[in-house]
């Protein structure tokens, strides 16, 4: 199975990066964190003070980012010029403002083809909104997550609170709202699932629950390659 692309999906807090990183592991696979890599863009931008919306600037910022992911199944580190921001690019000023770094047509260039280099060498389990159907196209499974803006919200409500953040909750499924419409409608490569994608939703499930079923479809419909 060392070949094998799975590209995942879906709108902020449906679990894309727990469920990647663990249907990464157990297949013996390589996680990339494609959400990171915007996130990592969006926390330069602000430590530095360059204008979100100047897309000119944050693109040649892009480019000339010593960017790095942690390519082992944990997925948790990311160094941006050298220095360590793993924890910093989850910060809840960073989730409020990715949006829009992620909505630039030229930001989103330079970091997918950052992506697809990634992914060319086949062996890769990748998560993000636009993987399946714009990243990764050939990927041999694609899955698109979701679950309601209610579990969503209460997902990020106790991911903050486990990082230390003090964060209201009907504020959290107003953003994750707002999010969800900016990432369906913004021009560049919307948030949409591949034609041949299986939908997941996972309102309701646990993370093995889900993280059970994609094997099981890798598995059954790809083959162990054994």
Request: with cysteine; aromatic share 4%.
């Amino acid at each position: 199975m060392k070949q094998l692309s799975v590209a995942i999906d879906g709108p902020a807090g449906a679990g894309k990066s727990t469920v990647a990183r663990q249907v990464a592991k157990q297949l013996g696979l390589t996680y990339v964190d494609t959400g990171a890599m915007y996130r990592a863009i969006t926390w330069k931008a602000l430590t530095n003070g360059v204008d979100l919306t100047h897309e000119d600037a944050i693109t040649q910022m892009a480019k000339n980012t010593d960017l790095r992911l942690s390519m082992d199944v944990k997925g948790s580190d990311v160094w941006v010029d050298g220095t360590t921001v793993s924890e910093e690019i989850r910060s809840p000023e960073v989730t409020s403002n990715v949006s829009t770094i992620a909505g630039q047509s030229k930001v989103r260039e330079v970091l997918v083809d950052k992506q697809r280099e990634m992914g060319r060498r086949g062996g890769v389990v990748m998560d993000g909104r636009d993987i399946g159907t714009h990243v990764l196209p050939d990927a041999e499974v694609k899955i698109f997550l979701t679950a309601s803006i209610e579990e969503r919200a209460r997902r990020r409500y106790q991911e903050m609170v486990r990082r230390g953040f003090k964060v209201d909750l009907e504020q959290l499924k107003k953003e994750i709202g707002l999010r969800d419409e900016k990432d369906k409608n913004r021009e560049h490569s919307p948030l949409r699932p591949a034609e041949d994608a299986i939908h997941l939703d996972t309102t309701g499930l646990s993370i093995n629950d889900v993280i059970g079923r994609i094997l099981q479809y890798c598995r059954t419909n790809v083959g162990s390659g054994e």
